[in-house]
């Protein structure tokens, strides 16, 4: 196998497969494919006995899947349904499971998918999956003012999220909101500091709301507990603060709330112990070669 740097260049590679301390006949989880390149490194210190399922629910992944391996198992799914799927294959524990979280440099680069500010004239797709119920556009041009607000607010951290909501109501009501260039020229009025940085955080709001990216990362924390052996480990790259937060707080409690849970003896009851206390996040020679790394910060944790 082959991993495809041109598709996605993978962020803290070593770092996220050391994390997983590997078993070589152990059972491991690449929840987030793309390109193939943490699958391609775990495989690599699986021996014959050893089992990777990796899932992606994007239908372009699939043209990195190795040609024969029967160590590896593709799973064309959101890692959502991380649980159900290992069922199927007759799995009911796992040794460890890496997510890397966001968008792949394949997605950014093709023009049609309408995730980059790059292709003014696309149309704003964004969906990861050919099969998520709604695009960017039609999001843009049917969810109500307070919704957007709230949109732009959690997933854009843009302080001036209703007025951008309330200019995107506007517009649509003149002509629809269909294309990239549209959605810059509506919000570039309401940018805070540089322009690109500005789209791209208006961007990434609309595509987490697009992919339902929170609900999936909150289930796939809630199965990891579930599936995960004894000294399993559950290894997260995060590029959100969002995302980060409930994945710190699923560590330190059990749920992405961060609410403590007390057992009658007043003992916390979580199924985690974190490995690292600080964050891990990428070198600064990782960054320069790789400036879409900037955000990462990589979390780990042990199954109790």
Avoid: C
């Amino acid at each position: 196998m082959t991993g495809n740097n041109q598709y996605h260049q993978a962020v803290l590679l070593s770092e996220a497969v050391e994390a997983l301390n590997i078993m070589p006949n152990g059972i491991y989880v690449d929840a987030t494919f793309g390109g193939g390149s943490h699958s391609r490194a775990i495989l690599a210190a699986l021996q014959q006995g050893g089992k990777l399922f990796a899932f992606d629910q994007d239908e372009d992944a699939r043209q990195n899947i190795p040609a024969s391996d029967a160590r590896f198992v593709f799973v064309a799914q959101n890692f959502k349904h991380l649980k159900r799927f290992l069922r199927l294959h007759g799995v009911s524990r796992v040794n460890g499971i890496l997510a890397d979280l966001g968008v792949s440099w394949h997605q950014f680069n093709t023009p049609e998918r309408g995730f980059s500010i790059r292709f003014n004239s696309e149309l704003l797709d964004m969906r990861m999956s050919a099969e998520a119920p709604q695009t960017a556009a039609e999001i843009l041009n049917h969810y109500p003012v307070a919704q957007l607000t709230e949109m732009f607010k959690n997933y854009g951290d843009l302080p001036n999220a209703r007025k951008i909501a309330e200019a995107i109501a506007a517009a649509r009501q003149k002509h629809q909101i269909e294309t990239v260039q549209q959605l810059k020229g509506i919000t570039a009025p309401f940018a805070i500091g540089k322009l690109p940085q500005f789209y791209a955080r208006v961007f990434q709001a609309v595509r987490m709301e697009v992919n339902n990216e929170e609900e999936a990362l909150e289930q796939l924390l809630q199965q990891s507990a579930q599936v995960l052996e004894k000294g399993g480990r559950l290894v997260i790259i995060a590029y959100h603060s969002v995302e980060d937060r409930m994945v710190k707080n699923f560590i330190k409690t059990g749920n992405t709330g961060g609410v403590e849970q007390k057992d009658f003896f007043g003992n916390t009851e979580k199924p985690f112990k974190p490995v690292n206390k600080k964050i891990i996040t990428p070198s600064q020679t990782e960054i320069k070669e790789n400036p879409k790394a900037a955000s990462a910060k990589m979390r780990i944790a042990e199954k109790i």
